[in-house]
Every structure is written in structure tokens, then in C-alpha cells.
T-cell receptor, first 114, second 111 residues
Framework: NAGVTQTPKFRVLKTGQSMTLLCAQD?????MYWYRQDPGMGLRLIHY???????AKGEVPDGYNVSRLKKQNFLLGLESAAPSQTSVYFC?????????????FGQGTRLTVV | AQSVAQPEDQVNVAEGNPLTVKCTYS??????LFWYVQYPNRGLQFLLK??????LVKGSYGFEAEFNKSQTSFHLKKPSALVSDSALYFC?????????FGKGNQVVVIP
């Protein structure tokens, strides 16, 4: 009964380093999303995917890349981390909406870039 | 462009009193509206949604929301707040294959 699992849960990066955040879902959902949460800003959509092999830009895509090679996984990459990317990152998945769009969220990844 | 607005940063309410968290929306077509709750150090959890039908929607944990088309609002309500309701509440609007969230409202229920 895992739902949406994010790896890792915490990470500290130095400016310029790269990393990949992994999101895995076991609900056979078509749609997957990456959001970042910052104080007073709510959740902002970085990238999303409406199916295996597809990706699309959200509100704040700059500095991030994504891949959806398998339906159950959605990877978020930071090629050259910057302090402005310090945030809490959430992955979510859902069926195609709006009727079935109850999105399920992971527990979050707290990323600090120093 | 579609968007939601949550005009208050924080809502303070005494335990046992009614709780209201406000949300207004802007969309060109039919609104598909959602409420989520986030407890500390956790992901968001679905509370309820309005797609069509009755303007009063009932959801989890005793919460309900009232859809008002003329006022473009979708306020979250609970008749009697509990201390355990203290959390961050997000309104969201679905469109173009994605959910757009408001900035969130911190709810503090005072014992």
C-alpha cells in the first residue's frame, strides 16, 4: 500500500552539483507531477507528464529536467543546483481528470543548496 | 488563465467554533475545484472536490465546501473545529491536465 514514494527524503547539495529525485507510484496512474513548495508561495508546478514517454513544462521549469521512461516512475533532475532551488519538492500522481483527479502526493523531499 | 486565490494567510479559530477557509477562482470554462490539507512534514491529502451537481460538497473529516458560481468562490467549512484540524489548507483548480494550487492557508485551532 505504498502509493507515491519519493527518494531521497532529505538532501544537501553544494552550488553547481547535480542530482536526481525519484518518484515512484504503484497505482497505475497516467498523470504525474512535480511541484515545489516555498513559504508563502503555495505549490508551484515544475513539470508534469500525461503518460509514459511524455513530459510538459509547468509554471517554473527553468533549471529542472524530467523524464518518464516508465509509467510508474517520474524523475526530476537538477543539472547545476542553485541556492534558489532550496525548497521542498513534492511528487504527485492521478488518473486523467477532472472526474478522477484526486491527486496522491508523496511525503516530499527537502532539498537545501548551499 | 486559470487561477485560485486564498486571501487570508492564517485563520485562527477557537476549538468548537465554526471554521471557514476562503477560496476564490478564475477560469474561462467549467470550474473543477479541490481542497487539500497538509499536516506538518507530510504530503498533501485530498479532502473534497466539486465537479458538478450540488453546490454543497461533503468530504473527509467532517469538512464540507460550498460552491458559489456567482461569487466565483469555493469556501471550505467545518461546523465545529478540532485542535487536530490545525494544518495548512490548499484550494486547487483543475484544467489543462494539471492542478493549480493557491498559496495555502494556515489554520490554527486554539484549545
Amino acid at each position: 500500500n505504498a502509493g507515491v514514494t519519493q527518494t531521497p527524503k532529505f538532501r544537501v547539495l553544494k552550488t553547481g552539483q547535480s542530482m536526481t529525485l525519484l518518484c515512484a507510484q504503484d497505482m497505475n496512474h497516467e498523470y504525474m507531477y512535480w511541484y515545489r513548495q516555498d513559504p508563502g508561495m503555495g505549490l508551484r508546478l515544475i513539470h508534469y507528464s500525461v503518460g509514459e514517454g511524455t513530459t510538459a513544462k509547468g509554471e517554473v521549469p527553468d533549471g529542472y529536467n524530467v523524464s518518464r521512461l516508465k509509467k510508474q516512475n517520474f524523475l526530476l533532475g537538477l543539472e547545476s543546483a542553485a541556492p534558489s532551488q532550496t525548497s521542498v519538492y513534492f511528487c504527485a500522481s492521478s488518473s486523467p481528470g477532472p472526474w478522477n483527479t484526486e491527486a496522491f502526493f508523496g511525503q516530499g523531499t527537502r532539498l537545501t543548496v548551499v | 488563465a486559470q487561477s485560485v486565490a486564498q486571501p487570508e494567510d492564517q485563520v485562527n479559530v477557537a476549538e468548537g467554533n465554526p471554521l471557514t477557509v476562503k477560496c476564490t477562482y478564475s477560469v474561462s470554462g467549467n470550474p473543477y475545484l479541490f481542497w487539500y490539507v497538509q499536516y506538518p512534514n507530510r504530503g498533501l491529502q485530498f479532502l473534497l472536490k466539486y465537479i458538478t451537481g450540488d453546490n454543497l460538497v461533503k468530504g473527509s473529516y467532517g469538512f464540507e465546501a460550498e460552491f458559489n458560481k456567482s461569487q466565483t468562490s469555493f469556501h471550505l467549512k467545518k461546523p465545529s473545529a478540532l485542535v487536530s484540524d490545525s494544518a495548512l489548507y490548499f484550494c486547487a483548480l483543475y484544467g489543462n491536465n494539471r492542478l493549480a494550487f493557491g498559496k495555502g492557508n494556515q489554520v490554527v485551532v486554539i484549545p
